[in-house]
């Protein structure tokens, strides 16, 4: 009969920090996986601290802690599976990224990360060492190698553990989403398959981590790159793989596959599991948001009510003379619709007070975009307000188009802690109106059904700051301004690139400029959940003080 031997993968969402509570998840899973018969308990990159833990790991006195607490874990799953689990490890001087096999009561093996990633989101170079090429570590006389998250990103570290006698490949993971990563992972594990020769165990983490979310969807393929297992995305579970040694060595046994999401499914979940977890990891209950009629509040508000519950989020429509009577109608319907509470709060009367206040220093000035941007700063006066009276945070509701070029107001729409689609540009916020009035999913805590009124979708965008305004007075036309952003911005690209992509040169050139004069404006913003590789804040990293334009 063929050898068998059991990991139980636990795809868990740890919190950053929380030693004593991540370390319970790992003894839970280990429980789960005595009691399941597993030979092996697997626990993702860096979960006893959570992931990405930043400058935190550099301070000795939490290091100190963590070392701490592995002792311990190790001491209560003594008797039973190993127990692998990602934590910062210090050797001699040197800080690294490690992956450690806790068994008999102590910590048997270390590996050390090898291929620190130093872009996007990632740092490590400044937090960790790289550690050496190692080999693989033994677990029931079973050769096991974990090349850890980005070291399977390359050739090197999975090739130097196939050739020094590993069996099969255990990938621990705290991977971040962006949109197209899934394949992307899945094409690069495919490689080290082909490569190697042998069976390959992805584990990813779950949950949100202040901008970025751990999308999960671990997954286990066979030599030659067969799917033999896929957790869901999104979820936490602990799943149970076994493997078998037959003549051609190990094999995953297939399980059923868990369907994934399409595009639009992973960066709404993203949105709502983004806020949820940044809701519960940093203890607020509530939300409150104002609700213009207009679509960006609506989405924003449905995301609320999709992450927290209807009861938990308050919407406030806060008119001025401005406010049209569709935009009022649209408001209640849509809080009609969502099921969440509705406050009704003019501020003609505050915005009266401030003009006669600055009256005296502005005779002799004729109105302009100051007394605009005085509307937009009362309701941010107003719904701060609220937010610490009833100790709700305040949402912002800025898409990505509107934070590239600066069209919000600083200290008034941008006030706030959290912005769910700040990475979502405009033309993306139509089309995800449209996708969750036809979508419920199990995960939403929102009614099911067309929550957001056809007519908030279809109208002309305005910030109803004037008579007659409307976005386009002041900026080109959304799908014109998206493609240039995505291309400056996303792609990182020029003036000429637009310029090939047919877009006209000096519209580009007034984009450019918008996105460097707002910068100041971006490094003031709330944090949002990262969708893409062009996110704003860890990203896309540009000085505030910057004359460059480009001269193509």
Known sequence: MADRFRITLGQLNPVVG?????????????????????????????????????????????????????????????????????????????????????????????????????????????????????????????????????????????????????????????????????????????????????????????????????????????????????????????????????????????????????????????????????????????????????????????IAVDALGAKNVRCVMLPSEYTSDHSLKDAEQLAEALGSQYDYLPIGAARRAITDTLAPLFAGTEPDLTEENIQSRLRGLLLMALSNKFGEMLLTTGNKSEVAVGYATIYGDMAGGYNPIKDLYKTRVFETCRWRNAQHRDWMRGPDGAVIPENIINKPPSAELREDQKDSDSLPDYPVLDAILEILVDQNGSISDCVAAGLEREVAKKVEHLIYISEYKRFQSALGPRLTKGAFWLDRRYPIVNRWRDPS
């Open 18 to 302: 929380d030693l004593a509570g991540n370390a319970a998840l790992a003894r839970e899973t280990w429980e789960k996986g005595k009691a399941a018969g597993a030979d092996l308990v697997a626990l993702p990159e860096m979960f006893l601290t959570g992931y990405n833990a930043q400058d935190l790991v550099l301070k000795h006195a939490f290091q100190l802690d963590v070392m701490a607490h592995l002792e311990t874990l190790a001491a209560q799953c003594a008797e039973g599976p190993a127990l692998a689990i990602g934590a910062p490890w210090v050797e001699g001087t040197v800080l690294y990224n490690a992956y450690l096999i806790l068994k008999d009561g102590r910590i048997a093996s270390e590996i050390f990360k090898h291929e620190l990633p130093n872009e996007t989101v990632f740092d490590e170079v400044r937090t960790f060492a790289s550690g050496p090429l190692s080999g693989p570590y033994d677990v029931g006389g079973v050769r096991i190698g974990s090349p850890i998250c980005e070291d399977a990103w390359h050739p090197d570290v999975a090739e130097t553990l196939a050739e020094t006698g590993a069996e099969f490949l255990l990938v621990p993971n705290g991977s971040p989403y962006y949109r197209g990563k899934m394949e992307t992972r899945f094409n690069l594990m495919v490689a080290r398959v082909v490569e190697t020769g042998l069976p390959l165990i992805y584990l990813n983490m779950v949950g949100g981590q202040d901008d970025q979310v751990f999308d999960g969807a671990s997954f286990a393929l066979n030599p030659g790159g067969a799917l033999a297992v896929q957790l869901p995305a999104f979820d936490e579970e602990i799943r149970h793989v076994d493997l078998e040694r037959g003549d051609a060595g190990w094999r995953v046994v297939p399980q059923a596959l868990a369907a994934m999401p399409d595009e639009w499914e992973q960066d709404y979940r993203v949105m709502v599991l983004g806020l949820r977890d940044y809701m519960r990891k940093t203890g607020f209950e509530k939300v409150v948001l104002g609700l213009s009629g207009g679509i960006d509040s609506a989405i924003v508000a449905t």
